[in-house]
């Protein structure tokens, strides 16, 4: 397995690496983990080519799904809510041009359908509901195999790699960004997600932009065939702060209307994340204590941490001697 290199990824600075038909325990996963660590490590992110995503899936999601959703009224798209970060976000300082609607426990149909049955209480949009649950389960095996090949660089054991794959919920967060009225295009600032993993897939539209070891910004190419697969502040506690959570931004300068969707991984309800026992030793002690995801989830969006520039380290960081 060897990265795929043309003239566009150059420029950019990241190279894309094809997982497809890549089995556990070949040469070839042997190589590829390797790339996706030294990817993970010196960006927080990996860009992967796949075919999780087809054309008809994607004309659907991009084409049908998201238009319908965005186009609902304001009054209707509030109506789903459900804590800081599920149900509709809206609007805000830093992301004026921003909404989204983030589907919680997508490789459960159900959960999914009780989301369309909320936005559309008469008689539900069934095709909206297939197409989201069809994409959640089209990434599950992809995020899973990323996060498998993280784990295993770092040393990590089958058991302790299999109870943390099992600790995860995973959810779909549909994004549309508007056009930006500041001259550079900005349509999201810098910062980190409170996740383990994100897929990213862009619609069409660039925008997506991550921040390299010496603070240059490497734009990513919204092309049909590969998707950014990003690490969130939580992969970091659970590596033991040896895979950083990746800085990005988006931002458009041609002032065009953008659409993205995102698989993303969080623990589930009553599972608290720490670094896993391989991971802490004499010479890599622990850098975090045990984190209460929903606890810091309110510290983040609605107390002390919305002033700070690193609210996870403020949360349960464990704190330098002198």
Known sequence: MAPIDDAEQRLSGISRLDL????????????????????????????????????????????RAMPELFAL???????????????????????????????????NGGAVRNVGDVLWPHGGNPAFCDTVSAFATNMLGLQRKVGTMVLESLGVGQGSLGSHLDSLNYSVRLSHYGV?????GMLMKSHRDPTVLSVVV?????????????????????????????????????????MPACVHRVRAPSRRERLSAQFVSVPKDSFTVQPLDELVDADHPPRYNP????????????????????????????????
């Open 202 to 242: 862009q619609h069409d539209v660039e925008g997506l932009e991550v921040q390299a070891q010496d603070g240059s910004w490497l734009a990513v190419a919204p092309q049909p065939d590969t998707v950014a697969v990003i690490a969130g502040e939580l992969l970091a506690v659970v590596t033991n702060g040896r």
């Open 291 to 322: 984190c209460d995801f929903d606890g810091y989830v309110r510290f983040r969006y609605a107390g002390e941490g919305r002033k700070l520039s690193d609210p996870l380290e403020a949360f349960c960081g464990v704190a330098k001697g002198p």
């Open 180 to 184: 930006s009225e500041a001259g550079d």
């Open 73 to 107: 009224p304001l009054d209707v798209k509030r109506s789903l809510v459900s804590g800081h970060i599920n149900g509709y976000v809206g609007p805000r300082p830093s992301a004026p041009s921003y909404e989204s609607v983030r589907a919680w426990e997508t490789t």
């Open 20 to 63: 497809r038909g890549i089995e556990p325990s070949s040469r070839a996963w042997e190589e590829a983990r390797t790339a996706v660590a030294a990817s993970m490590e010196a960006l927080g992110a990996v860009l992967v080519v796949q075919d999780a995503l087809g054309p008809d899936l994607r004309r659907a999601l991009f084409g």
